[in-house]
């Protein structure tokens, strides 16, 4: 079935990149392709000190004169999996099948985001058939994990003034705005102690759809680490235990799907305690069955755990991670529908002596990425932990009045028959960097139906993908106004 997906030059590609493991901060089997592919095809390229490379192409023969574009897309991807998925996202090649129309991995993420992308670029750099202007395709590194290849970017790596971004997973769409944000992270160091209690249990939520931080975050998905934390808050009431580990989430921008803590009882108590787990299953089916109805609240015994947090620490670590800060923090009052400013408790890690918390923080309005951060920021300082806030991105401002907006608005009319929906997103791209590296760059962001990105739910719309790929085409064939 794979082999027969239309269009076969892009799907090509995808198959080809998915073959290759391209975790953030780990591209360099895909760079060492990207530029095999440009030396087969005798074009030029460049690759800078972080890693992004830029493909060129020439001008189709009488578009010569026509502006030059750059495509820019992101090599890395989120690499997320299911608990009990054997996969090395460091070795192993993706697991590609098809579904009711749909591309998926097989107990992984997709890597459609922004995979895609990059196919779509090699497969423009390929074509023979499409009528263009002077071509740049831009890759860059490491977007997923703090856009350090766009930080990373130089003035004159590309010359192109028009950049078609190919980040974005909702076909009818055409964004010309984006959040900035930034990631917040704590940490507290621990002592353990002997543990004194007979039996040791795993909890464990799991189920949870989970899901891209910025494009899920007001979709009422749960948290696995705030219902985890809420259960063991109510059940600190009933049974006496002690913690031994409290573990979930990965990605800073990734809603956390699954969490597990240890935690030591005297055996007598086993009974009552999986009362209370059967208890709070039924209370979050019940209380997510519109938004996460897959979610669950399980237990198994373990051999008995020799050492177990303080009480101190058990006890703060449980009221901070149930009254952390996470979700919406204000809608847009000029963009409806669009979240403004939002917060993501992205990961919580026990260590041997360290607890590690990882959060993350966006807006479309910069001085509220600082506030958030700080309300963030003073709820941990409240419970002892210190913080590092760090790797900053702008925001991308729209400018409605752009020129390839317009292009692009009049391609989509005539090729589809309808206007497409011009948008901001909350999720953060790229082009907010770039246009403060490039002043004066005019962009827009387009791509196909992506669903469930930075989780194993992800999914590609095959039919989507076409006509995504026949609207990079037509934009490319009608770009021919100059440079002023």
Known sequence: MLSKLEPKILWKYFFEISAIPRQSKHEEKLIKYLIAFAEKRGLKYKKD???NVVISKKASKSREKSPGVVLQSHIDMVCEKNEGTKHDFLKDPLQLYVEKGFIRAKGTTLGADDGLGVAASLAVLESKDISHGPIEC???????????????????????????????????????GCAGGKTTSFSKQIKRIKNDKNCSCKIFISGLKGGHSGIAINQGRGNALILLARFLWYLNEKISFTLSDFNG????????????????????ELSALEKEVRKYADIYRMEFKSFDEGVTLSMNKLPASKEALTEEDKTTLINLVYSFPHGVHSMSPDIKGLVQTSTNLASVIIEKSKINILTSQRSSVESSIHDIAGKVIAHGTLAGYSYTSKDPYPAWTPNPESKLLKTAVEVHKELFSKKPQVK???????????????????????????????SPDEKANIKSVGNFWNFLKNILETIKYDRN
């Open 49 to 51: 000190a972080a890693g």
């Open 138 to 176: 831009l890759f860059t590194v490491d977007e997923e994990t703090g856009l350090t290849g766009a930080n990373a970017l130089k003035s004159g790596f590309f010359t192109g003034m028009r950049l078609l971004n190919l980040d974005s997973e909702e076909e009818g769409s055409i964004y010309i």
């Open 249 to 268: 989430g990965e990605k800073h921008n990734a809603l956390p799907r699954e969490a597990y803590a240890v935690i030591n009882i005297n055996e007598k």
């Open 424 to 454: 901001a997103m909350h999720a953060g791209l790229e082009c907010g960097i770039i246009g403060k590296k490039y002043p004066g760059i005019d962009m827009v962001s387009f791509g196909p139906d992506v669903m469930g990105a930075h």
